[in-house]
């Protein structure tokens, strides 16, 4: 669904962010990307639904396929209309338009494409939203805009939803809400996940295969189970370790000493 | 009291040609996040069309005369012994200017389209992804780039251009108080309110609408959500420059048409500050607290205030309000 291949990425032709960057996502299922804050997770959603240019970035080697063909030179707005929606870190609603107008908003994805599923086979995920359509979306709570973030990408019929950082500020359990729909997305609509998290126990819960980055490179890749018995992902990623600060700074150099190692 | 409200309607009237103008600046800031200091001299560029294509086309040897003067059976005999200056008469010459001034309207407008269309993928284009300061300095070198090429194209001499709609007198009694306006004002105000509303409209209830108030929140989602955001940037150009157009005849009509009309559009940018840049309600409201104002100033202490008075109100606004009165915060200030 999602081939990139070796692609380095900078800023400002200045700041390298992702060297010689690899990763797969397969037809159906959704794929986790694990990484602390500014490992370059936001840059590879960026890249691969066309942003980069926008914010002065570049793609300066390999390539990124996208159901069969490179996405690297293609604008955004046709990248979505091709099926590959991008929902932003922070949600990104329009929260001076109501709810209505966001989804219609999103509609314009569908140019050139026969109609799709609609708002209302969409609202079946997201009831809520539903009850306040009318509603100025700068005004919902934060797991309501997720879901309104969400419910825009659907409207575009995608084949590929990147997925930055849902659970983001949400409450625990809006976080299990959100994830539970997002897994029945993924079931139901047959539509494949590109998901960025720095919950890994909730991004474990829907993933099928997942990646770790750190300083824009990927250091460990699995399948989920296989992730999930990984000692170091245990200790520093689901957090099975003791929690205490001091604790858990000293696992991340174990954590850092060992993939030395493994290099 | 008659004349408070003579003075107010007065500057009623101004006040609506301001936000005829001010649309246009609204309209590209709050999809590009450009404030186009060329707004008025692409005005300016509308007003020659209109002349263009309201005076000097219909004057050309190929043209058949009933473009310049219609003159049917019907017309000459309803103006049969109409008294000069009657509505009467008026209404009978406006009629018969009617075929030229729907081509220059239709003429400028085309125009002022092509040409915002031009400046919009030839200078605008390119510095996409760059900061807007840099389209905004490109807009401020545009203004010479305007004035130059207009001086070069039309050096003719400049005639009086037809007025959009009949001109007469208009008398009647407010409150007891007898106050009179011209009607082709009324005609202007009209038609700066008509679209002006409509515009508004658009912008709420259309599709079209979502995508320019969605592109005008955050572009980048909004380009990544599958609106063609560059597409979006096209057309507010155009819509300013159309409604510019129109702006253009109107005040060719009112004020005489000169290179100087791009300086009055440029300082309508003050009256757009004090309302914020991205609100179209705000600049409306501000439009018609300068005109009031500039009217009431021009009442009581004459001409040369009226040109200072207004802009000093505009300055304590801003240092009161710096987003104007209805701007949004976040604005980065130019
Ligand atoms: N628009 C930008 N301009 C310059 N540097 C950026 C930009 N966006 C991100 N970066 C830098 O790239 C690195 C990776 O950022 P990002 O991809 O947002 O990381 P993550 O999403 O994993 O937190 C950070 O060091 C960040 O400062
Ligand atoms: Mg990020």
């Known amino acids: 669904m999602l081939q990139i291949n070796n692609i380095n990425v900078n800023y400002h032709h200045a700041v390298q962010v992702l060297k010689g960057f690899s990763i797969s996502v ?10 602390a804050n500014g490992a370059g997770k936001t840059t590879v959603l960026k890249a691969a639904s066309g942003l980069l240019p926008l914010e002065n970035g570049h793609i300066e080697d390999g390539d990124i396929i996208f159901d069969g063909h490179s996405v ?10 091709k099926g590959l929606v991008h929902v932003r870190e922070g949600r990104r609603i329009f929260a001076e338009m109501s709810v209505e107008d966001n989804l219609k908003a999103a509609t314009y994805a569908l140019t050139g494409r026969k109609a799709g599923q ?11 939203l539903q009850e306040r359509s009318r509603q100025l979306a700068g005004l919902l709570s934060g797991g309501e805009q997720q879901m309104l973030a ?50 890994a126990r909730a991004a474990f819960s829907v993933s099928h295969q997942g990646y770790i980055v750190e300083n824009g490179k ?13 000692e170091d992902i245990q200790t520093f990623y689901l957090g099975m370790g003791d929690a205490d600060g001091e604790k858990s700074f000293r696992d991340v150099k174990h954590y850092k000493r060992r993939k030395r190692w493994l290099n | 009291m008659a004349q408070v409200i003579q003075y107010l309607l007065n500057g009623i009237m101004n006040g609506a040609l301001y936000a005829l103008i001010a649309v246009g600046i609204v309209s590209i800031f709050k999809s590009t996040k450009v404030v186009s200091f060329a707004h008025g001299h692409v005005i300016m560029f509308g007003a020659y069309f209109y ?41 009978a010459a406006w009629v018969s200017n009617l075929p030229r001034i729907v081509l220059g309207l239709v003429g400028s407008i085309v125009c002022n389209a092509l040409l915002a269309v031009f400046i919009e993928r030839a200078f605008m284009r390119p510095l996409l992804g760059q900061s807007s300061l840099s389209m905004i300095l490109c807009t401020v070198g545009l203004i010479w780039v305007l004035e130059g090429s207009a001086s070069l194209i039309w050096s003719a001499d400049i005639d009086q251009v ?16 007898q106050v009179f306006l011209f009607s082709s004002s009324v005609v202007n105000f009209v038609i700066a309110l008509i679209l002006f509303i409509g515009l508004m409209l658009v912008l709420r209830y259309t599709r079209s609408g979502v995508a320019v108030r969605a592109t005008a929140e955050d572009q980048s989602t909004a380009y990544a959500m599958g609106i063609n955001v560059p597409a979006v940037f096209t057309t507010a150009w155009v819509v300013a420059a159309t409604t510019g157009a129109i702006a253009g005849a109107i005040l060719a009509s009112r ?24 609100s179209f309600a705000g600049v409306f409201i501000a439009s018609m607290i300068i005109g009031i104002f500039e009217a009431f100033t021009q009442w009581q202490f004459g001409g040369e205030y009226a040109e200072i008075v207004p802009y000093v109100l505009v300055l304590l606004v801003i240092l009161w309000r710096p987003n104007g009165l209805m701007g949004q915060a976040e604005i980065e200030r130019i």
């Open chain 1, 26 to 35: 397969k037809p159906g299922e959704v794929t986790a990307l694990l990484g």
């Open chain 1, 72 to 81: 690297r030179q293609v604008k955004p707005h046709l990248l979505a209309r």
């Open chain 1, 118 to 128: 609609g708002i209302d086979q969409v609202y079946t995920y997201f009831p809520r």
């Open chain 1, 150 to 199: 969400m419910a825009r990408a659907l409207i575009a019929e995608p084949k590929l939803i990147l997925l930055d950082e849902p659970s983001l500020g949400l409450a625990p359990k809006m976080v299990d809400e959100i994830f539970a729909i997002i897994a029945r997305i993924n079931r139901e609509q047959n539509v494949s996940m590109l998901l960025v998290e720095q919950n």
């Open chain 1, 218 to 230: 990927v250091v460990l890749e699995g399948r989920i189970d296989e992730l999930k018995a990984n």
């Open chain 2, 51 to 91: 002349f263009t294509f309201a005076v000097i086309l219909p004057g050309a040897e190929f043209m058949p005369d009933w473009v310049a003067k219609w003159e049917p059976e019907w017309l000459l005999a309803y103006k049969e012994g109409a008294a000069m200056f009657s509505p009467k008469a008026a209404i």
């Open chain 2, 162 to 177: 037809p007025p959009l709609g009949p001109n007469f007198p208009i008398r009647f009694t407010v409150f007891d108080s």
């Open chain 2, 255 to 278: 004020n005489g048409l000169s290179p100087t009309l791009g300086l009055f559009g440029l300082s309508v940018l003050a009256v757009v500050l004090m309302g914020g840049l991205d």
